[in-house]
C-alpha cells in the first residue's frame, strides 16, 4: 500500500510539475538565504528589511541566471548551422583514415553517429530550454518567493512552538534545513569555482561561448552522478568542430583535471555527511525527480530527497533502520 501511494503521489507530482517545481525551487532559495535573514534579525534591522534583503538577493540571483542562459542559448542555436560543413569533413577524413589502416567504414560510422554533434547540442537546448521555461516564470516563483519570506519568521515560530507536540517532526524539518543549506552554499561555492576555471580553460582553448558553458557546468554542479558528464560533452564537442581533435582532447584533459581537484578532493572535506544519501540512493533519487519534475528535479532532486526523508523517515522514531538503509552508514556509528 505504501508503494501504491507513493506511485500515486509522484504521478499526481508530475501532473502539476508546473507549480511544484517552482515550489520547491522557492523552497529551497528561502532556506539557501535563511542566514541573511538571521543575520539581520540579530542585528534588529526592521522587519521590512529582513524579509527584503534575502528575496531581492534571490531575484537578482535568478534574473542573471535567465538573462545569461537566454542570451547564450540564442548565440548557440545561431552558430550551430555554421559547423554542419565541419563536421561533414571530419566524418570525410575519419573514413579516409579508417580505409588507409584497414579500418571498416561501417562500424566507423555507427561509432562516428553515435557521436552525432546535433543529437548532442540538440539535448543541451532542450535542457536549456526547460530551465529557461521554469526561470522564465518568473511571477510565480517571485509571488511564492515573496510570500515564504514574509511567512519565514512566522513559521520558525510555530514549529519552535510545536516541539512539544511533534518533536520528531520538528527536529528532522530543521536538520532537512540545515544539510539543505548547506549541501546548497557549499556546493555553489565550489560550483562557482570550477565554472570560473571551466571559462578560464575554454577562452585560452579559444572555444566558442565559454560563458555558456560555465554556467551549464555550474547548473550541471548539481545535478548527482551525471553532472560532470553533461557539463563536459557539449564543450568537448564544440572544441573539435572548432578546433580539432587536439583542442577536444585539451578541453577533456581541463575539465577532468578541474572536477578531480574542486569536486573530488576538496569538496568532500567541506561538504562531509551533510546530504546523507548513500550512492544508490543518490542516483535513484536523480531518476525519480528527473521523471517526476524534469530538468529541475534533476537539479533539485538532493534537496526534495532530504526533504522526503525529513517527513516520512526521519520524523518517525521506528523507521531507524531505514535512516541506516538510505544513509549507507551502520546506526550505531
Not at 545569461?68 to 550551430?80: E, G, M, R, V
Not at 559547423?83 to 588507409?100: G, K, M, S
Request: glycine residues 8%; hydrophobic residues 60%.
Amino acid at each position: 500500500m505504501g508503494i501504491a501511494a507513493a506511485v500515486v503521489a509522484l504521478f499526481g507530482l508530475r501532473e502539476v510539475a508546473s507549480i511544484a517545481g517552482p515550489l520547491v525551487l522557492a523552497l529551497v532559495l528561502v532556506i539557501a538565504v535563511a542566514p541573511v535573514r538571521g543575520w539581520l534579525h540579530a542585528k534588529r534591522a526592521p522587519t521590512w528589511l529582513q524579509v527584503a534583503v534575502p528575496f531581492l538577493i534571490v531575484v537578482l540571483v535568478l534574473v542573471a541566471m535567465v538573462g545569461i542562459l537566454t542570451f547564450s542559448a540564442a548565440q548557440l542555436a545561431s552558430l550551430l548551422p555554421a559547423y554542419t560543413n565541419q563536421f561533414e569533413r571530419l566524418l570525410t577524413d575519419a573514413e579516409h583514415w579508417a580505409t588507409t589502416h584497414g579500418i571498416s567504414t561501417n562500424a566507423l560510422n555507427k561509432a562516428l553517429q553515435a557521436f552525432d554533434p546535433g543529437r548532442i547540442f540538440g539535448l543541451v537546448q532542450s535542457l536549456l530550454g526547460s530551465l529557461i521555461g521554469v526561470l522564465s516564470g518568473l511571477f510565480l516563483i517571485v509571488v511564492l518567493l515573496l510570500a515564504m519570506c514574509l511567512d519565514a519568521p512566522i513559521t520558525t515560530k510555530i514549529l519552535t512552538s510545536g516541539e512539544g507536540n511533534k518533536p520528531q517532526l520538528v527536529t528532522a524539518l530543521g536538520t532537512f534545513a540545515h544539510k539543505t543549506r548547506r549541501y546548497l552554499i557549499v556546493s555553489t561555492i565550489f560550483g562557482l569555482l570550477s565554472a570560473i576555471l571551466d571559462v578560464i580553460a575554454l577562452s585560452l582553448l579559444d572555444v566558442p561561448l565559454p560563458l555558456l558553458w560555465g554556467v551549464v557546468a555550474l547548473i550541471a554542479n548539481y545535478i548527482p552522478n551525471i553532472g560532470f558528464v553533461i557539463s563536459l560533452v557539449p564543450p568537448a564537442m564544440l572544441a573539435l568542430l572548432s578546433g580539432g581533435v587536439r583542442t577536444m582532447v585539451l578541453v577533456i584533459v581541463a575539465y577532468t583535471v578541474i572536477n578531480v581537484i574542486t569536486q573530488s578532493f576538496i569538496l568532500p572535506k567541506f561538504l562531509g555527511d551533510a546530504v546523507g544519501l548513500s550512492t544508490t540512493m543518490t542516483f535513484l533519487s536523480l531518476l525519480v525527480w528527473t521523471f517526476v519534475l524534469g530538468a529541475l528535479g534533476a537539479i533539485l532532486a538532493i534537496p526534495l530527497s532530504l526533504l522526503t526523508r525529513a517527513l516520512l523517515i526521519d520524523s518517525d522514531p521506528s523507521a531507524k533502520w531505514v535512516q541506516a538503509l538510505i544513509s549507507g552508514s551502520h546506526p550505531n556509528r
